[in-house]
């Protein structure tokens, strides 16, 4: 018998909280397949198996937060009654070797229903890709079979994804009184179903109020570190923030030629991408952006490479990336981290490993059409650019006749213990340059 215990899955992290399991008790694992979704301060990380064997309990609910070292799984392994393999362990795991899954998992139910085939692709460093499959060992007087049409209604429920139930339990739906349009309950259906739900009855005088519960939303996970890093920064690095309107005209226009280049096929070329470039070929001049202040030795720390961290929203709450060594990076290689780093942050698959060491940030408000903003400091850097919103304006050109030009506003907060006013200024007077005639880059 073995007990799987939380490990610690990022750097220094304490602990994390059980989201979704992806087996139950009875079901024969194997090594490296995926068992339980969990959330740490930083990202959602799925952890798989070291062990080989039946699932004999599982230590933890979905929804608590548990310590790193807690036991959170015990499996029999194959030499145990009750199992007929062997036992089998990785000759080597890392906790950050992580597979992706995306099962459909049944909500649990008292009454016999049908099982689904579940087959799973398991990537995991040092065994490949391979398929299995998760099977539920027979209960005492189980049902060979059930004939469908004398199950009453609801004894038998539909499947539903992780997301799913994670959501229908937040809203405090019971899934199985869920109807679904076919035979799997989805988002929508959980989200139909409560807009039912919350719907006054018919039969309430027209006279009554209705009055809507006050939500209480946990605070834990991604938003926790996020709400803590903020006020952590917002309160010890003194903050200055500067403004720029700059034409992006030419910007654009170079935008435009570029997703026509076939070194960029395959991958969104945005304004975004140029911002980052001229961050980059700013800091050259002015390297204080891409320092820290090490308070303990009471020293200024530059950094040898621009670890670029790029802001993204997620369901779960901010979470900043960052792309490591992006000032070496040509411009074809920095359009493709980016297309990563987007897509992974959004399919909540970002690892802790790939938010530390970040040296400067750039965060793009004018996705929501802001013009622009007061950014905080991630902890630990000097500087964050905030790009407000790219849209036609009047604009007074070099005649002093007003065109229609696309324009944007520029925010650079910086640690004013590091980088001073003359420092900040000639940084962002240098990236709007750039950004006004993208030319000017090949003169720094």
């Known amino acids: ?44 990380v799925e952890l798989p198996s070291p062990y080989e064997g039946t699932v004999e309990a599982l230590l933890v609910d979905e929804g608590q937060t548990v310590d790193v070292g807690t036991p959170i799984i ?3 392994s194959g030499d145990e009654p009750g199992s007929s393999e062997g036992p ?24 016999p229903a049908i099982k689904a085939k579940e087959e799973r692709q398991s990537v995991l460093v040092g065994y490949g890709p391979r398929a ?14 059930v004939d469908t049409e004398k199950v009453p209604q609801r004894s038998i429920r539909a499947l539903a994804k992780p997301p799913v139930r994670k959501l229908a339990k937040d809203l405090g739906i019971d899934l199985d009184s869920v109807p679904a349009q076919g035979d799997i309950i989805t988002r929508a259906d959980v989200e139909a179903f409560a807009g039912l739900r919350s719907v006054q009855p018919a039969t309430l005088p027209t006279s009554a109020s209705t009055s809507l519960e006050d939500q209480r939303i946990p605070i834990k996970g991604v938003r926790k570190m996020t709400a803590e890093a903020m006020v952590s920064s917002a309160f010890t690095a003194p903050h200055v923030t500067e403004w720029v309107t700059v ?12 997703k026509t280049d076939d070194r960029f096929a395959g991958v969104r070329v945005s304004p975004l991408l140029i911002v980052a470039r001229a961050v980059c070929l700013a800091m050259r001049r002015t390297p204080e952006l891409n320092a820290t ?21 997620t369901p779960r709450g901010l979470v900043v990336p960052n792309i490591v060594g992006a000032d070496s990076m040509t411009m074809p290689e920095l359009a493709q981290a980016f297309a990563d780093l987007i897509a992974t942050a959004r399919d909540g698959k970002t690892q802790p490993a790939q938010m530390s060491g970040g040296s400067f940030t750039i965060t793009n408000i004018g996705v929501f059409g802001i013009d622009a903003g007061t950014p905080i400091l991630n902890p630990g850097e000097s500087g964050i650019l905030a790009v407000g919103a790219i849209n036609k304006r009047p604009w007074v050109g070099d005649d002093d006749e007003i065109v229609a030009r ?39």
Not at 89 to 97: F, V
Not at 249 to 255: A, G, H, I, P, Y
Not at 410 to 435: K, P
Request: proline share 3%.
């Open 88 to 111: 089998h362990l990785p000759e080597a795991m890392t906790a950050g070797e992580f597979a992706a899954a995306g099962d459909l998992v049944p909500e649990p139910v008292a009454t």
């Open 1 to 44: 018998m073995s007990e799987f215990k939380l490990p610690d899955v990022g750097e220094g992290l304490t602990e994390a909280e059980i989201v979704t399991w992806k087996v139950s008790v009875g079901d024969q694992i194997k090594v490296n397949d995926i068992i339980v979704d969990i959330e740490t301060a930083k990202s959602i």
């Open 247 to 258: 034409d992006v005209s030419r910007t654009m226009e170079l935008v435009a030629q570029l």
């Open 74 to 76: 015990r499996i029999a």
């Open 293 to 313: 202040w090490d308070d303990a030795a009471q020293e200024i720390v530059l950094k040898g490479a621009v670890n670029l961290g790029v802001a993204a929203a």
């Open 406 to 444: 696309w324009v944007t506003t520029l925010a650079l907060s910086f640690d004013h213990r590091v980088v001073d006013g003359e420092q900040g200024s000639r940084f962002l007077a240098d990236v709007a340059a750039i950004l006004r005639d993208p030319a000017l880059a090949l003169t720094f």
């Open 132 to 145: 299995t499959s998760t099977k539920r060992r027979a209960r005492k007087g189980a049902v060979a079979s």
